[in-house]
């Protein structure tokens, strides 16, 4: 496993491949099968673990909390999330101190852990000032109950003005921000938050690599029973499985055939191409999916400028999404 520094803003270091419960834990897996799972991945090197309140309405933190009870919790780095409704009432979702404090305390309960050692917040809120939202982070890394915080899908824009506040203040400023990145979702990562991550020095850690299991090549002749696609809770995906993403796929596939590696393996791996991205948040439901994602990290080496602009080229304008 390779490990890499949550940015240059904090001493953090994470595994390059994370584990993340969204959609498999509470809905695809037990609790038997996510301590399989997070073990494995443990015992592979994995030590970041992504997890938040709103996943399976926080049956997903309770299963990962299961999961990690007899393994070293210095070992691991835990992060979850704060934004979506959660709670009754006006006030049971957002940014409010209110909120954020509550929400904090009832990740974790359902984790069983002290602390978190990243928070994000999960989203943009634009009825909370943004100075109470730094100021309630900077109050829990104090208390001792997170030790970093940061943000997800947030613009470049809405981090530098909360860096700017940390800085006036002498708060904690953010330190990451997780968004969506993959071969069609690219063009605000690379335009946007890769020149930000050099300037200010935070860490990306991005989620859905695969783009929801398209660039895996398993939905190359149709969606399986079993896959994500096949999900009622899960049928936008079909959306998005279009002829001209299929056919950019099956070109992909052919290059990653040639380098000896899988589909999904050359795209985890172009993504761990940045320096910028600390680490790729991958999900799971079988043992042989989670190894395969891992062994990811081995293939980075393979993409030369060649294949890089291979990829380029089979990618398009779609890539920019």
Partial sequence: MQYRRLGHASGLKVSAIAYGAWVTFGNQLGEKEARELIHRAYDLGVNFFDNADVYARGQAEILMGKAIRDLPREALVISSKVFWPTMPGPNG??????????????????????????????????????????????????????????????????????????????????????PQYNMFHRRRVEEDLVPLARDLGIGLTTWSPLYQGILTGKYNDGIPPGSRASLESMAWIRDRITPERIAKVRALTEVAQELGITTAQLAIAWLLRLDEVSAVITGATKMEQLEENIAAIEAVDKLDEAVLERIEQILGSESCE
């Fill in 93 to 178: 979702r957002g940014l409010s101190r209110k909120h954020v404090m509550e929400s904090i305390h009832a990740s974790l309960r359902r984790l069983g852990v002290d602390y978190l050692d990243i928070y994000y917040c999960h989203r943009f809120d634009p009825e909370t000032p943004l100075e109470e939202v730094v100021y309630t982070m900077d109050t829990l890394i104090r208390q001792g109950k997170i030790l970093y915080w940061g943000t997800s899908e947030w613009t470049a824009a809405q981090i530098t003005r909360a860096w700017a506040i940390a800085q006036a203040n002498h708060w904690a400023p953010p330190v990451v921000e997780q």
